[in-house]
């Protein structure tokens, strides 16, 4: 539970300090602003593949707010997000006196990234690569008929991607993760 409140305070104070450099009357151009991160902003669902160790996956979803830093440096960002399992990894294994017991593995996690994007649209149309880099939470538990453990951690995350622009605020996305967990996601980003 520790674990979590010092993530959770992170991805807060992350976000809020970006939320609170509002430029104060100041006249330097690079100053962000409520309304930089709320004009830059976007949201991200996904669905994807959570590779826990078993024998077959557990099936997440992960949601994510992100926000454009380009006026600092371009293609900078940052992103919160948080990730599910929607349906647990499984696997079964044998005790060598012919009984055999199924693991079932779940997690959770919440992490802070700064991000990169690098805009591929003069060689490719609409394409954009993604490079994203923070700390995660990450809660996992397995559960047998005879009880349940659990861990939690906070991890280094890095992940890559790529996004395809179809209109000016919709995109298809995809996405690979990695921490104490693998994670291999598809989806959808919408900018407001």
């Known amino acids: ?21 509002d430029n104060h009357g100041q006249s330097d151009s690079r100053a962000l602003t409520t309304n930089d991160l709320i004009n830059n902003g976007y949201a991200e669902a996904r669905l994807g593949f959570a590779d826990m160790g078993l024998s077959d996956d557990a099936i997440v979803i992960a949601g994510t707010f992100g926000t454009s830093l380009d006026q600092f440096l371009p293609g900078l960002g940052a992103e919160a997000e948080l990730t599910l399992t929607a349906s647990d990894a499984e696997t079964t294994v044998s005790d060598g006196f012919g009984n055999s017991v199924t693991v079932e593995g779940s ?71 990695t921490y104490d967990i693998d994670v291999l996601s598809f989806g959808a980003t919408y900018r407001f």
């Open 1 to 21: 539970m520790k674990n979590a409140l010092v993530c959770s305070a992170l991805c807060a104070s992350l976000m809020s300090g970006i939320a609170n450099a």
């Open 107 to 177: 997690y959770f996690g919440l992490g802070g990234y700064a991000t990169y994007t690098l805009d591929l649209d003069p060689q490719v149309k609409g394409l954009e690569l993604l490079g994203r880099g923070g700390l995660v939470y990450v809660n996992a538990e397995a559960n047998t008929w005879a009880g349940s453990a659990d861990d939690s951690s906070i991890e280094l995350g890095i992940g890559i991607g790529a996004r395809y622009n179809l209109q000016n605020n919709l995109a298809v996305v995809a996405r690979f993760d």
